[in-house]
């Protein structure tokens, strides 16, 4: 089939390769607008058309799906099928119904659960055991469309929000490309999503971020590990904002009051609710990430300070 590819982050890449080395004829990739980016914040490609443009790949960056002029183009180059990997953007119908066999959307949960832009994000935080991607029809609402095909994978007790969705870009790219094979053969079949068990995933503010001390102490590990990498777990010391990397909860651990830090010779370790946690990396506002042995040495932690 002629394809098109739509994505955006680097997450989208894997599935891209996967189609561009497939049966497939890849003619173009839709992505967002060239966006800043870095500290020089000069206008930077997209991972997706980043790759697109070092394979000599035809490159669609429309501001908006429904503009004419893109709709033009989509019906030009005659895509049997648009598949889809965090595109960032809502498609219109206008744009839906130009390939043949619809856009087919690669989502990183078993739908309906987490439905929405950080379903890996909310897996983590909410501690669900098993999770997985799911293949299926793009249509107006939110990725409520009859699905191809799903698979799953084991959320793993330390795995943050990179590692868990690196391995599902991984998988999830033979899952896209097996489904648009079926729809090629004519053997694929979609079916409904059922109407229970359906969970929302918006994106995680900075907000969401923020730890709660206060909160058990598998509740701050959940918590941290879903926003690594980003927006990145983070916390205050002496009114400044500091990051925090995951987190690991002693239940042997000392009592110490929620937030509380106690620096030990090899570790420091961090009150909640229940038992204390050990930190990982801790990362000062303008500083380099570092072991938090050397951060506490560094800004000399006194007895009874804490994070707020």
Known sequence: MRVIFA?????????????????????????RPDAPAGRGRGLAR?????????????????????????????????????????????????????????????????????RGAAPVQHAVLHGDELTGASVFQLEE?????????????????????????????????GLLVAVLDAIADGTARAEP??????????????????????????????RIRACTPAPGGWTTFRDERVKL????????????KPGELLVEKSRVLAGTATVPV????????GKRAMDATDWARGVRVGTGEDFA
Not at 9 to 28: I, K
């Open 278 to 285: 050990r930190l990982g990396e801790v990362r000062a506002a």
């Open 193 to 222: 999503q059922p109407a229970d068990g359906v969970s929302l995933a918006p994106k995680l503010t900075v907000d969401d971020a923020r730890v709660r001390w206060g909160d058990p102490a598998f509740a701050v590990d959940r």
């Open 7 to 31: 994505g955006t982050p680097a997450v989208a890449v894997p599935a891209l390769a996967a189609v561009a080395a497939s049966r497939h004829e890849l003619v173009a990739v839709v992505t």
């Open 245 to 256: 990397g995951p987190v690991v909860p002693v239940p042997d651990g000392p009592e110490l």
């Open 46 to 114: 997209s991972p997706v058309g980043a790759w697109a443009d070092e394979h000599g790949v035809e490159v669609l960056t429309p501001a908006r799906p429904r503009e004419p002029e893109f709709l033009d183009r989509l019906r030009e180059l005659e895509p049997a099928c648009v598949p889809v990997v965090a595109y960032g953007a809502l498609v219109p119908p206008a744009a839906l119904e130009i390939p043949r066999h619809g856009w087919i959307n690669l989502h990183f949960s078993l739908l309906p659960a987490w």
């Open 141 to 173: 609402g939110l990725d409520t469309g009859p699905v191809y095909g799903t698979l799953t994978d084991e959320i793993r007790p330390t795995d943050t929000s990179g590692d868990l969705l690196g391995r599902l870009a991984d998988s999830g790219a």
